[in-house]
């Protein structure tokens, strides 16, 4: 049915929720750098909404961006200790242009 003037709409107030909620699925997707910001992002959306109007899709957007942001600080981890000394060991030995 049609909605009155000034009466908000149940989904309307709802969406910050939902919107962190699929930041942090995508935050765990996106590992790295891109997973982290879109983490954060995410975790503010989720903490707006809980604020505003808990909900559960708020709640466990939050603890999904919460693992968003520490896979992605592993992954960063990882890549600046293992990866990038790998590969300038592999350019020396094959005498590649170190870009």
Do not use: D
């Amino acid at each position: 049915m049609a909605e009155k003037r000034g009466e908000k709409s149940k989904y309307n107030e709802e969406y910050i929720g939902i919107s962190g909620f699929v930041l942090g699925i995508l935050s765990i997707l996106f590992a790295g750098w891109a997973g982290m910001l879109i983490a954060v992002v995410g975790f503010f959306l989720c903490l707006y909404q809980q604020k505003k109007n808990p909900i559960k899709a708020g709640r466990v957007g939050m603890i999904l961006n919460i693992i968003g942001f520490a896979i992605g600080i592993i992954f960063v981890i990882v890549y600046l200790k293992f990866l990038i000394p790998f590969i300038e060991q592999i350019q020396q030995t094959q005498n590649f242009p170190i870009i």
